[in-house]
């Protein structure tokens, strides 16, 4: 389907629904030769969302068995999947439609499109799609609350189709990605290493990280691209909180550990959830939290931001290379991204700033944490909006936490994630299908096929492994796994994916690949809770 004006149009404001025109607002809709630009200018109403419709034309329609895919608004929770028409289906940023299957490696008449918008828009972006057409509903909201324009005009989104034959889905995702974001903030080299995270869950200490760090160099001797060695949570004086401006008793001077772990010939990497003040232990100003929820920071204030970039800008100081922000979609809007199928705040409440979007401020939030970052320091960004990171982060965290004890969680969230996300790819940002978890609780068996087809993606690969676990041959295998990721040449695709939500069918390098992911240990039956 080309990119044509869309047949209906539905405007949403505190005042009612209006097609393209209310009292003291107007929206315009232009055709910019591939890019259909979505520009709205409003005055005291409230703009809330604004719906526009495509019906299908008698060439439009596809009459075949097509499979549709959704993406997520941040990082997936282990449900991506190809499925069939699902009118209700809420699909964040874009979609692929598509015939065919990939398991066969015959391309002729496969056609796949797509749809979606250009990265970093001024609205949160999702679709529908039927048989009889597709919708794209832009959520314009500030918060839960129509956004106050007073007069500003605003580009809510640049939407963008692609129409791709006779190549795989895959390929056509990897390429309609590139389409929406032409310009990623590229790597000067790959990053790969260490991270805690997964065996010491914040239970950790500036020496614990120094014996990691020797481990790291150990292993990683003699390759030319150093690896990093990020601290993550459980280096400040309270679990997952700051203060940010010095380290736990059990860290001291972060300083000083940024130069141990250099004096190693390793990176150093740290970890921080910037939004998050449970109990005013940063010392910050009451105005500058949430009046509705005081332990968060209002991200929409001006001196919230300003204090965000010299936070980072002190990490910096200290000696850090990369920075790890994390946790920050829960902490601003008040609910994980991966479990939210339609408006992604809650109604009921507002940003202080009510003249931008909430997609603008989080914006505004990501570009000061680049501000202070500069731009020869790392930036991860770990349950952040990919469509609204793009470009400014180099690395995305495309999927939830892997688990260092558990085997189906991993294999739930990352062998899912790194199928269905490698599209984002140095399109979007580098894509970070989280740790390999090395804790010696789970079968090895299972482990290394995690650690190889993560180490062979051509992504990054973190290992979080604790001391002492692994015999010689094991460390061997994981030594060896460094040395491929360190320069990430692979090409690794998922063949089963459009049927099989943990696909065991790969193709690297050209060659078919299986694995096995499951076996009579692993729980994959409803437990009575939520993993």
Known sequence: MKIRLPDLVSVYTDGGVFQSKWEDGELF???EGDVLSVRVCSGKTGLRYVRLRWTFSKNEKRNEPLRIYGDAWERAGGDL???G????????WFCLVSNGTDSDPDTAGRFTEGFGVEVCPGAMCFWQYDSAGITLWLDARCGGEGV???????????????????CSAFSAGKLFCREMSPEPKPLTAPVYGSNNWYYAYGNSSAEE???DTAVAAEL?????????????DGWTQNPKNGPWDRGGESFGDMAALAREIKSQNVRPGIWVRYVYDQGGVCDLPKEWHYPHDGDFLDVSRPEVLEYVRKTTERFVDWGYELIKFDCSTQDILGRRGYRVPYGIAADGWSFYDRSKTTAEIITDFYRAVRAGAGEKTVLIGCATLSHLSAGIVEIGRTGADINGVNWDITRRMGVNTLAFRMMHHRAL???????????GELPWEKIRQWLFILSR???????SCKPGVLNDAQLEELREAFRVNSVQKDELIPLDWMENVCPERWSLNGEEICFDWFDGTVNTMFTGREI
């Open 29 to 31: 809709l232009g055709l």
């Open 81 to 83: 999947e190809w499925r």
């Open 85 to 92: 028409i699902v009118p209700e289906r809420c699909m964040p």
């Open 148 to 166: 106050l324009l007073s007069g500003r005009e605003l580009c809510l989104a640049r939407v963008v189709f692609g129409e791709y034959r006779n």
């Open 209 to 211: 990280i120094k014996k």
């Open 220 to 232: 990683c001797a003699g390759l030319s691209n150093r690896p990093f060695m990020v601290i993550d």
């Open 429 to 439: 940002f580098d894509a970070d299908a989280d740790c390999v978890g090395i804790t």
């Open 457 to 463: 993606s051509g992504t990054p690969l973190f290992v």
